[in-house]
């Protein structure tokens, strides 16, 4: 018994030392290398555009996921639609009324792992001064040194106010709006 | 003489002179109107149905261009002279690059400037061109010069017409008006 338990000790410390080490926290945003994007159909063409400055403050760890947690900051106003009339159209009080809501927020509120690398994300996302819950799937690998989270999940405008008056007709801008990120973020040093 | 030329043109020809004028005009005026609109979903509407008529013209242009290779035009009135031969064939040849060369030039700008054309909004069609915003701004300057180009040529045609049936007295213009020439 004892000499098992000298055999077993030195290998349960290494195994929790290994575990350890590969524990990472991501949690710097690489900004420039990452995307936020979303599309949408119009006159049922399908468009796309992007937000161009957004900030974070992430913590995960993929090791640990329910200790994660991602908070965005997006500057609405550096939304590009594909086209300057559209981008000031957009920014204005029908649509997105940057100026007295520059900014988007993302809070998660809870990460649970769905096993294979993906998880699930909820939070509150805030646009136009309204807030409501959402979730999204995350998936995850390793490049490199970096994390790298990928997603998708699908919003209503309407829901938003994003849209009104002669907008709010969902005949020429549908409803359904798909927003799609790309993440690189850096481990803690 | 081209002793092989038809006296006049098919039925199937004058239809499609009549039809591609009518939807010529049309969606010229509306491309006209819709661009100096302010932003509104009425303005992305008319440019979804402006691209829908364009398609619709490009592909009756192609098929009459077709049709006007193998049925020949009839005849031009004996003793017309030579520089009227010469101008009636340059204007209808530029006429039929017109034809096509217009529609063609709106597909490219729509696929430069990143909105694909989705005819009636069931059937997306390929994008010509990467996007590309400045590429995008050139070809519709482009579009609208050729739409101009062809109002002038449109102006001179039917100018030519009038001539024809009110100094010449010919029956140049009632070969499109049958009407015309059965009084």
Redesign the interface.
């Known amino acids: 018994m004892k000499i098992r338990l000298a055999y077993t000790l030195p290998l349960l410390l290494s195994l929790l030392a290994s575990t350890a080490a590969q524990a990472v926290e991501y949690s710097q945003l690489l900004a420039d290398k990452s995307s936020l994007g979303f599309s949408y159909r119009?006159?049922?063409?399908?468009?796309?555009g992007s937000f161009k400055r957004f900030k974070a403050q992430l913590a995960f760890d993929p090791a640990q996921p329910a200790k994660a947690s991602a908070a965005f900051e997006i500057e609405v106003a550096s939304i590009d639609v594909?086209?300057a009339?559209?981008n000031s159209?957009v920014s204005g009080k029908l649509w997105f009324n940057t100026a007295t809501h520059p900014t988007a927020r993302f809070v998660s509120s809870g990460i649970k792992a769905l096993g294979n690398n993906r998880f699930e994300v909820a939070g509150k996302l805030t646009i136009k001064g309204k807030t409501l819950d959402v979730s999204t799937p995350v998936s995850f690998k390793a490049d490199g040194a970096n994390g790298v989270f990928e997603g998708a999940f699908t919003i209503k405008r309407a829901d938003y106010a994003i849209g009104e008056g002669?907008?709010a007709?969902f005949?020429?801008?549908a409803n359904d709006v798909q927003i799609k990120f790309r993440l690189l973020a850096a481990a803690k040093k | 003489m081209s002793s092989s030329r038809p006296g006049s043109y098919t039925r199937t020809a004058i239809r499609l002179h009549w039809l591609l004028a009518l939807g010529l005009s049309a969606t010229l005026a509306l491309g006209f109107y819709m661009s100096d609109l302010p932003?509104?979903?009425a303005k992305?509407?008319y440019?979804?149905w402006h691209k829908w008529a364009g398609i619709t013209l490009l592909l009756l242009a192609v098929f009459r261009l077709g049709w006007r290779l193998t049925h020949p035009a009839p005849a031009a009135p004996a003793g017309m002279p030579a520089w009227q031969h010469a101008a009636s064939e340059w204007t209808h040849r530029l006429l039929y690059l017109l034809m096509l060369a217009i529609p063609l030039s709106g597909w490219l700008m729509s696929s430069a400037?990143?909105?694909?054309?989705?005819y009636f909004?069931?059937l997306?069609l390929p994008d010509l061109l990467e996007?590309n915003?400045e590429l995008g701004k050139q070809l519709g300057q482009l579009h609208g010069a050729l739409n101009f180009g062809l109002l002038g040529l449109v102006a001179l045609h039917a100018a030519a017409a009038l001539k024809h049936y009110v100094i010449d007295r010919d029956e140049v213009l009632g070969r499109m008006l049958p009407f015309l020439n059965k009084a």
């Open positions: 119009q006159m049922n063409v399908p468009m796309d594909g086209s009339e559209g159209e002669m907008w007709d005949g020429t801008v | 932003f509104s979903p992305l509407q440019y979804s400037k990143g909105v694909p054309t989705v909004g069931v997306p996007r915003v």
